[in-house]
């Protein structure tokens, strides 16, 4: 699916931030759930359950299919958060392995 | 008494009154189920889900034999939900540890097992210490790598477990629905009283006559037991549990204080506090149990937690299960325990065909709470 932006968004000044180290411009007052989406990233993280991909869906914090790691911080939920200079985001890949036995 | 008076009536529509009132369905009889609302104290919507034999049963081995043929038997009743009501509770019994932090801890244990080997009922399950057996840290930790360095020993009981219990409460309605149970919500029963030969049960919203009456209302039984010649003396036991997000596999046993659900959450339990009739969180109890859970389970320091809640046991002086018909009140019965997930395969599947069939066998007889009379002469 393509995304497109409305002609009054595009007078917001330019903002760049990562994900999983591919530099993505983004407008401030974006989120990074929408961020994402323009920029064309499909899934921003496989399940802890079976592994399938999931994006962001309600885009207004109800679902939390959107749950990225922000600068650290994992499970943010990218539909609340605005795009920061800079910031890092990374894809949430499984379950986490808090042991590695 | 006419047509619209139901052969039995299942007061509480937890995981008591849910098993019982399912296996009564089963067993021929029309039930109808009567339930409060969103406000009454749930225990089955906030416990741990542990299937655990180990330890139960400690002063009285009707109990431990009970316990361990509820642990026999679950597989059926997990076998039965998934078949006939198409819910898979998530069964798994693969032994259960309990974990040592200190020789305290372990002495504790050594002697329980001690004095449940000498309260043994000979050739019956339960006998002595339900196989508990005492493990060193090493063999501890070759069955469970993820234990970490404090740990000095551990309990392993081969016959524990553990199921998901909102599935379980689920599947059992499932099957009230399927079998044609009159399920009421938000019917919280005012009193009971006779109606020709049977009763008449007034509720909030009306009145229902039954030929017999099953009080399985948790914590909502004390009210109502006393009018009916029964005495349960049970109160509030506060418990809270946390639980992570969902993890890649570390822990493969049950264990009193911890499970690993199928999802991967871990859960962490378990307190035990006398608050009354209040369901707050205490967040130093959070804490406490947060704090014990990374001397067992280190890599848990790096697990986040999603959700901290309390519930409230419903706790018999003895901490075993009231099971009695009443004398005044013939038909009229008392089930409530505080382990309604543990005992739900006993509960649905041999209980209540007794209730059915009009009495108690003797087998249940030890868990009158005529033994609470005793105490107090």
């Not at chain 2, 469970?144 to 309990?155: N, Q, R, T």
């Not at chain 2, 004398?327 to 309604?340: L, Q």
């Amino acid at each position: 699916m393509k995304f497109s932006r409305l002609e009054s968004a595009n007078a917001s000044p330019a903002v760049c931030f990562t994900c999983n180290g591919q530099v993505i411009e983004a407008r401030v007052g974006d989120s990074v759930a929408t961020a994402l989406l323009m920029a064309g990233i499909g899934s921003t993280r496989d399940t802890a359950l079976s592994g399938e991909g999931r994006a962001a869906y309600c885009l207004m914090g109800v679902c939390f299919e959107c749950l990225v790691e922000i600068d650290g911080i994992p499970n943010q939920q990218a539909c609340l958060v605005p795009v920061s200079e800079g910031m890092s985001v990374r894809r949430q890949e499984g379950a986490p392995q808090v042991w590695n036995g | 008494m006419n047509d619209s008076t139901y052969d039995i009536a299942v007061i509480g529509g937890g995981l008591v009154g849910s098993a019982v009132a399912w296996g009564l369905v089963r067993g021929g009889a029309r039930v109808v189920v009567l339930d409060e609302g969103d406000d009454a104290f749930r225990a089955s919507r906030g416990n741990f889900g542990l299937v655990w034999v180990q330890g139960k049963g400690d002063g009285m081995a009707d109990y431990a034999a009970w316990t361990r043929r509820s642990a026999e038997i679950w597989p059926d009743l997990a076998a039965t939900l998934a078949s006939e009501e198409g819910v898979d509770v998530g069964l798994r019994q693969p032994g259960g540890i309990e974990s040592f932090l200190t020789d305290a801890d372990r002495d504790a244990a050594e002697l329980e097992i001690k004095r449940m080997h000498n309260q043994g009922l000979p050739g019956r399950p339960g006998d002595g210490a339900n196989d508990t057996k005492i493990i060193t840290a090493e063999e501890a930790r070759a069955l469970e790598p993820s234990l970490g360095p404090e740990v000095i020993g551990a309990a392993f009981n081969p016959h524990d477990g553990h199921v998901n219990p909102l599935y379980l409460l689920r599947g059992l309605h499932a099957g009230l629905q399927r079998l044609g149970v009159d399920y009421r919500p938000g019917h919280a029963v005012v009193r009971v009283g006779r109606d020709g030969g049977g009763y008449r049960v007034v509720t909030s919203k009306g009145d229902v006559l039954a030929h017999k009456v099953v009080l399985a209302a948790g914590l909502g039984n004390i009210p109502l037991a006393p009018t009916l010649g029964l005495n349960v003396p049970t109160r509030p036991d506060r418990g809270q549990i946390l639980v992570t997000e969902r993890l890649a596999p570390m822990i493969g046993y049950a264990y009193v204080n911890f499970r690993q659900t199928e999802e991967g959450t871990v859960m962490i339990g378990a307190s035990s506090a006398q608050a009354g009739f209040d369901t707050s969180l205490d967040i130093d109890t959070s804490a406490r149990l947060a704090a014990r859970a990374r001397r067992i389970f280190p890599a848990l320091a790096k697990a986040r937690i999603v959700r901290t809640w309390s519930a409230l046991r419903i706790m018999s002086p003895d901490g075993f299960p009231i099971y009695a018909e009443s004398e005044t009140h013939p038909g009229v019965f008392v089930v409530t325990c505080h382990s309604g997930v543990t005992l739900a395969a006993v509960h649905a599947l041999e209980l209540a065909p007794e209730i059915l069939a009009g009495r108690l066998s003797e087998r249940l007889a030890a868990f009158s709470p005529k033994r609470f009379e005793m105490v107090e002469a």
